[in-house]
């Protein structure tokens, strides 16, 4: 089995995906802004007295590290983003300087000018 020795990138099948992420990114920061407010909404509803406060002291953490993880996956998606748009924006140079380099050369290759 041979491989391919051309190197493909088709960049318009990629700027699809920096939609679906960003959208996906907008969605998790909108449940992470939920989340967050319905916390703070029901903050000390436990009450007081000895059972409130142990339910509040098994609850306030696992709350915590459950925001945590929210802003976590946001930010992985925002990053995965900015990968996806850096990684479109190289190739597209690329392919735009290599095609200006080709345009610049001789028809003739024995037309070139040693230095």
Request: hydrophobic share 35%.
């Amino acid at each position: 089995m041979s491989m391919d020795p051309n190197i493909k990138v088709d960049t318009d099948a990629l700027t699809p995906a920096e939609a679906s992420y960003t959208g996906a990114g907008d969605e998790i920061d909108r449940i992470y802004g939920l989340a967050n407010a319905t916390n703070d909404e029901y903050a000390g509803c436990w009450g007081d007295d000895d059972t409130g406060q142990m339910f509040g002291a098994a609850y306030l953490p696992a709350a915590e590290n459950v925001l945590i993880g929210i802003k976590s996956i946001g930010d992985s998606l925002t990053s995965t983003v900015q990968g996806i748009v850096t990684m479109i924006k190289g190739y597209t140079d690329t392919e735009n300087d290599n095609i200006s380099a080709v345009r610049g050369m001789p028809d003739d290759p024995d037309d070139v000018t040693r230095g």
